[in-house]
Every structure is written in structure tokens, then in C-alpha cells.
């Protein structure tokens, strides 16, 4: 298929990356051969016509016959009969198989996409991936579901035509090959501008979709911050700029839509000129020329047509060198090929050996330097330190979403690197501080924690989270909708869904996030009492935002830069004095010890 396309159209080099849709195709093989024959009979048909022209006219007409005109008309009803079912048969076909590739292609993406590392997505914008998942892949589909069959059919017919052309007067034939030339050269030339203005305005586009994305992702800061007129303003530029993008697009494509018309209608015209006084002479006969002038039309269309395909096939040439490099970006972080396994029943010990780390992005910002910290199963370490101390770092390398420069990870006395991913993160439950709640209803949001529970174990979570409760009292109970992200609940809500989620899980290491945001008494004791269902026999790593978690903890370790300044209990630490005093005393209300240890601080969330 990629081959005859390559062919049809000019720039050749430019057409490969559609070379990478062929293992795509292959496995609908029989329904594209199923079309090309479809194609063939199709195209067949078509240049026989002109021979039933010539026909008619030498013999109707010119002798008079009236009943060759009344055969002429039984072929022409056959012929239409075969042209139109094959051409149900090749639409349908194609189609299809456009519609099943795009499919395929777009679950290949997405399939790689879930497995690349973090790293990727921080330098990848969400709004381009989201335009390579519907826009390149809707590009591909038109390519695939037509435009090949276009490109295909007019290349028969080009092909046809000209030997027609050549059968029926080699004279005017050759006019006709001067004149081929001059038609495609222009093609050529203009194609390779278009070819680069059509990657100019997928980009643009791109950017429009980049900026929906963002803005509404952030709706409420957006609105709070009366940004409207601003945003408003900023995607009135992306868009101008993705339609003046696209008016250059067109006029080159217009020029050559213009051009390719006017040399072909232009030759036709001298050719007619010359072959009717050929007629005239009696060189030829009037049915040779209707015939010629038949197949010159279809010539001249189907160079038209593959013409205004070839910018279609440029542009998904594009579109499929982008979803390629997507599908090429490799993974980060990969098992080895020989996994070591971890112990079995898990231990639940969590080490850090001379950790060095710099995230990707910030080559020269160590965010841990030399950290070293063993926790025993069943110990509740309670991680305090200024913001930006790399405490949520320790949480990002225990779920191996980055892989330290030096020193070592250990998860149940294996280092995590030599261990599959999957296996690592199977032991631990995370409770992130903002609670990520998919759009969809309370159970999956639970069920998230181990997809095989039973309604009765995600009831058990919901109960253990304090969230039972005020899920059953949704419109639906927990079939209820819960909103994009979870809208239509409060911050607590969230926090003891994710709670619920973790319950269900039942890891043996557990990775807490304190919400800083301040939680109404209610909400709060909900979450405490939650919190304490989940922490019972787990190791626990929790980033402290509250008293009563630190007076609670076995362990307080003070991270600064990067680095373990402190750790021990409570009241030792203070009457040490140094950080860990003055971030109590500002960020606990060390002094007074409320029941609920909410922080002094005002929470950033204004949710
Ligand atoms: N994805 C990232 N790319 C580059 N640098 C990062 C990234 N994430 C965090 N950092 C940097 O690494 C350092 C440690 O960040 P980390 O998120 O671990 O801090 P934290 O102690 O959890 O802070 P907070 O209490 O504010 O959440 C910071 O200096 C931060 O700017």
C-alpha cells in the first residue's frame, strides 16, 4: 500500500514515516487486499469505458446504427452495476480499516504512555500528547480510509489513461507527455513549502489545545486571581496564531490547486484544437478523439487528485513521525532483565544508603545530598522540614519514579533498582496530600486500591476511612458521580476516599502526605481517626503537618536541603532547639498542643 502511495506522489523521502503504519495494517491484510481488488475491477471499469465511447461514436453515430446505441446502453447499466458495487466493496473496506488502525494506533500510544516515567511528562506538555492522541491519529485515520484509496485509485488511472492515451493516438500522446512535466514539477516545488506550513499549523493547534487544558485545569485559581481577561486574551493570540497559520497553509495549497488547473485545462485545450483538425483531415476518427478527450479528462483528474491528496499525505506523514517518536520515547525506568524478587511475606523495612539525587530537570540542584535513613517494620517515621527540604523527593524514590545518581534504595532489604517496579510499588500505599479522585464513582475511586475487592471490602475501606458515612448519604450512595477530579466533594472528603483507597490495599509500608490545608474539627477528627485505622502494623513514612502526628510517631527525622539534620522524638528535638523548634513553633502549635494539632499556618489549598 505505502509502496504505490511513495510512488503516486512526489518527495519520496518525505512520505517514509508512513512506512511505520504497515505493521499496523498487517494484521487487517485480507481486508485490504479484499479492497485493492475492489480498487482494480473499479479502475478497470472505468478505463474500459472510454473504449465503449469510441465505440458508440464511430459505430452509432457515424454509421447511424440505432441498435448499438441500445446495446451501448445494456453494457453502460453492467459497467455502472460493477463500478458502483466495487465501490461500496473498497469505501467499506478502507474505511474499516482506517477506523481499526487509528483504533490500534491509539491504544499503542496510550499503553506506552502509562509506562514512561514522570521525568517524561514534566517536559512534555499533556496538551501536545492529548493533540497526538486526536488530532495526528484522526489524520492518520483520513490517510488510512481514503486518501491511500484516493491516491491509489488515481494512480491506476493515471497509469491507465496513459496507456488508453498512447493506444488511441500516439501523436497526441506525446503532446500530452510535455505537458505531464510541467504539472507536476509545480507540485513538487510548492509541496515541500506545504509540507512545512502544515507541521507549523498542527503545532499551533496544538498550542490552542495546550492552553484549554491549562486554563480550565485551573478554572478556580484562574477565577480567583480575576485572570478571565487575561487568559481570555492569551488564547485569543493562540488561536489568531493557529488561523494565520493555516491561511498560509491555504494559499500555498490554493496557488496550487490554481496552477495545476490551469496547465492541465490548458493543454487540454491545445490538444483538442490540434486533434480536431486531425479529424477534420481525417487522421483519426471522431470516436478516437471522444476517447482521447475521455482519457485525457481522466488523466488530468486523477493528477488533480492525487495532487491535492499528496499535501493529506505529507501532513499524516507528520502526524505518524510524531506518534512514532512517542511510541520510541523509551521508559525511564524498566525492570532489569533479571528482576530480583522481593522477600515473601513482605517485611515492610525501607532503607536509603548515601542517597545522591538531582531531579532530571535540575541537574545542578541536589534536592537529597548523602541522605541515609533505615526504618523498621511497624515504625512510624514522621518527616518534617522546611518546604523544598526534599521530603516529598524520599516518597518519589521509594515509588522508583526517579532513580538516584548514588547510593541505594532498599524496600524489604532489596535495592529497588535490581527489582521490578511493579513489585516495589505493590508493597507500598501512598496517601498523597491532594487526593487524586478519578471521574467516576465512589467504588472505582476506591476499588483503585486493589481492582479485584469485593463490594463488601470496599464498604469495609469506606467504614475504616470515617467516609461510609457521608458516602451513603450521596444522592446515589457510592454509586454517586463524584465530579471531574472529584469536584463535588471537600478537601476532607477527598483525603478519606484516598484513605479508603490505601485501606483496601493493605501495603505494608505506607507513604502519607499530611494535608496542610486546614480541615474544619469535624473533618479533621475524621481524617485523624482514619489515618490511625490505616498507620496500625505498617511501617509508616508520613510528611508531618500536625502535632498530634509528631507526638504520635516513633521517629521525627528533620530534613533541610536535602539532608537528615535531626531526628528523634518530639520533646528531645525541642529541647535541642535549632530547626526543628523554629518549624514547631511556627508550624505546630507547640505551645498550646490543641487536640486536633491543626496547623497555625494557613493552608494553601482554598478549596
Ligand atoms: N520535578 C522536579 N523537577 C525539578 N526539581 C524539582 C522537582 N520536584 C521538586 N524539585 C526540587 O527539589 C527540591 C525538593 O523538593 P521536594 O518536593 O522534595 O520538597 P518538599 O520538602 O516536599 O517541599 P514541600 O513541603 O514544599 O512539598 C526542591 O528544591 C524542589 O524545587
Redesign the pocket.
Known amino acids: 500500500m505505502t509502496d504505490a502511495t511513495t510512488t503516486a506522489a512526489p518527495g519520496r523521502k518525505s512520505l517514509r514515516p508512513l512506512a511505520f503504519l504497515l505493521p499496523f495494517v498487517r494484521p487487517y491484510i485480507w481486508h485490504s487486499v479484499g479492497a485493492g481488488i475492489a480498487l482494480l475491477l473499479a479502475a478497470a471499469t472505468t478505463i474500459g469505458m472510454g473504449r465503449g465511447l469510441q465505440a458508440v461514436v464511430d459505430q452509432g453515430f457515424v454509421t447511424s446504427n440505432p441498435q448499438l446505441l441500445d446495446h451501448a446502453l445494456l453494457v453502460m447499466l453492467g459497467v455502472i452495476l460493477v463500478l458502483a458495487g466495487s465501490t461500496y466493496v473498497r469505501f467499506s473496506l478502507v474505511s474499516w480499516v482506517g477506523e481499526r488502525v487509528v483504533a490500534d494506533i491509539r491504544r499503542a500510544v496510550f499503553d506506552h504512555l502509562v509506562t514512561l516515567s514522570?521525568?517524561f511528562f514534566?517536559s512534555t506538555r499533556t496538551g501536545e500528547v492529548l493533540s497526538r492522541l486526536t488530532t495526528d491519529t484522526t489524520l492518520l485515520q483520513t490517510v488510512v480510509g481514503s486518501t491511500v484509496s484516493i491516491a491509489l485509485r488515481n494512480t491506476l488511472m493515471l497509469m491507465g489513461g496513459l496507456i488508453m492515451l498512447a493506444i488511441t493516438s500516439a501523436k497526441l500522446t506525446g503532446l500530452v507527455l510535455i505537458v505531464v512535466p510541467l504539472v507536476v514539477l509545480p507540485i513538487v516545488i510548492l509541496g515541500r513549502s506545504l509540507r512545512k506550513l502544515s507541521k507549523a499549523s498542527q503545532d499551533r493547534v496544538a498550542d490552542v489545545g495546550a492552553q484549554v487544558d491549562e486554563t480550565l485545569g485551573g478554572i478556580r485559581i484562574v477565577q480567583a486571581f480575576g485572570h478571565e481577561a487575561i487568559e481570555t486574551a492569551r488564547f485569543g493570540e493562540r488561536v489568531e496564531d493557529a488561523f494565520t497559520t493555516a491561511v498560509r497553509r491555504i494559499r500555498v495549497r490554493a496557488l496550487m490547486a490554481m496552477i495545476i488547473i490551469s496547465l492541465v485545462m490548458g493543454a487540454i485545450g491545445v490538444i483538442l484544437w490540434i486533434g480536431g483538425h486531425d479529424v477534420l483531415a481525417g487522421r483519426i476518427s471522431a470516436g478516437q478523439l471522444s476517447a482521447f478527450i475521455f482519457y485525457s479528462v481522466l488523466v488530468a483528474g486523477a493528477v488533480g487528485a492525487i495532487s491535492e491528496v499528496t499535501g493529506e499525505l505529507q501532513r499524516a506523514a507528520g502526524a505518524m513521525e510524531r506518534l512514532v517518536d512517542l511510541l520510541e520515547t523509551k521508559a525511564d525506568i524498566v525492570a532489569p532483565p533479571n528482576p530480583v524478587a522481593l522477600p515473601t511475606p513482605a517485611i515492610g523495612t525501607v532503607a536509603f544508603e548515601g542517597v545522591r539525587f538531582?531531579?532530571?530537570?535540575?541537574p545542578d540542584?541536589a534536592?537529597?545530598e548523602g541522605l541515609d535513613l533505615t526504618v523498621a517494620p511497624g515504625e512510624t517515621v514522621a518527616?518534617v522540614?522546611?518546604?523544598?527540604?526534599?521530603?516529598?523527593?524520599?516518597?518519589?524514590l521509594l515509588l522508583r519514579f526517579y532513580d538516584p545518581q548514588d547510593g541505594r534504595v532498599l524496600v524489604d532489604g532489596v535495592d529497588v533498582r535490581t527489582a521490578t517496579p511493579a513489585d516495589v510499588r505493590a508493597r507500598l500505599g501512598i496517601v498523597p496530600?491532594e487526593a487524586v479522585i478519578f471521574s467516576t464513582n465512589a467504588w472505582e475511586n476506591i476499588r483503585y486500591g486493589r481492582p479485584e475487592a469485593t463490594d463488601e471490602e470496599v464498604r469495609a475501606a469506606a467504614r475504616a476511612a470515617h467516609a461510609l458515612d457521608f458516602l451513603e448519604a450521596l444522592p446515589e450512595g457510592l454509586g454517586t458521580y463524584l465530579g471531574e477530579k472529584g469536584v463535588r466533594l471537600s478537601g476532607g472528603q477527598r483525603q478519606r476516599i484516598a484513605i479508603a483507597r490505601a485501606i483496601l490495599r493493605n501495603p505494608k509500608i505506607l507513604l502519607l502526605?499530611e494535608a496542610?490545608s486546614a480541615l474544619d474539627a469535624e473533618s479533621e477528627r475524621g481524617v485523624q481517626l482514619a489515618l490511625e485505622t490505616l498507620m496500625k502494623d505498617r511501617t509508616t513514612l508520613i510528611?508531618a503537618h500536625r502535632l498530634a502526628t509528631v507526638l504520635n510517631a516513633d521517629r521525627i527525622i528533620v530534613?533541610d536541603?536535602?539532608k537528615i539534620v535531626a531526628s528523634g522524638r518530639h520533646e528531645e528535638l525541642i529541647r535541642q532547639g535549632g530547626l526543628y523548634a523554629r518549624l514547631a513553633a511556627l508550624q505546630f502549635d507547640a505551645a498550646g498542643g490543641t487536640a486536633n494539632g491543626a496547623p497555625k499556618e494557613e493552608g494553601e489549598a482554598a478549596e
Open positions: 514522570p521525568g514534566e538531582h531531579y532530571p530537570a535540575r540542584h534536592a537529597l518527616i522540614g522546611p518546604s523544598g527540604a526534599g521530603k516529598t523527593t524520599l516518597f518519589q496530600q502526605d496542610t510528611i530534613l536541603k536535602g
